[in-house]
Each structure stands twice: as C-alpha cells, then as structure tokens.
C-alpha cells in the first residue's frame, strides 16, 4: 500500500514576517483556505510552505497574507 500523492506542495515568499507570531497569523489566515492540509511559515527565510488537496488560487493565498498583514512576494 503506498502513501496517497493526492496533494500539492507549493513554496510562497512572504515579505514583513519576523518572529513567531508573525509565522502564525500567515499559517492561521492560510491555513482557513479550502483544501489546505498544512501550512509551515518560517520568518528567518520568509518561506511559506503550503500543503493542499489541489493547486490553489495564488490570488486567494494573496489575500489570507495580506489579512494577516504581510505581503506574499510569490513563489519560490
């Protein structure tokens, strides 16, 4: 039995994030997006690392970045 490759990674540069809380408010507002599975930001890099179900709408990762007060550069 082999491990379901049903899902999408995908690597977003956000600019503005600088501690913890910062990586939380961009993994909560994007975390609440349909069919995301996981989502792991890291403020030292600035890379946000989401899991979905399928392929998402860069403009509707654009708008949980901008809720959470940042700015989503693009991919990586």
Known sequence: MTAPTDTVT??????GMSCGHCEGSVSGE???LD?????????????????SAAALDEE?????????GFELVGRV
């Open 10 to 15: 995908a690597v977003y540069q956000v600019s």
């Open 30 to 32: 994007i975390s609440q």
């Open 35 to 51: 069919g995301v599975s996981s989502v792991k930001a890291v403020a030292s890099t600035g890379e946000v690392t989401v899991v």
């Open 60 to 68: 509707a990762v654009r708008a949980a970045v901008d809720e959470a």
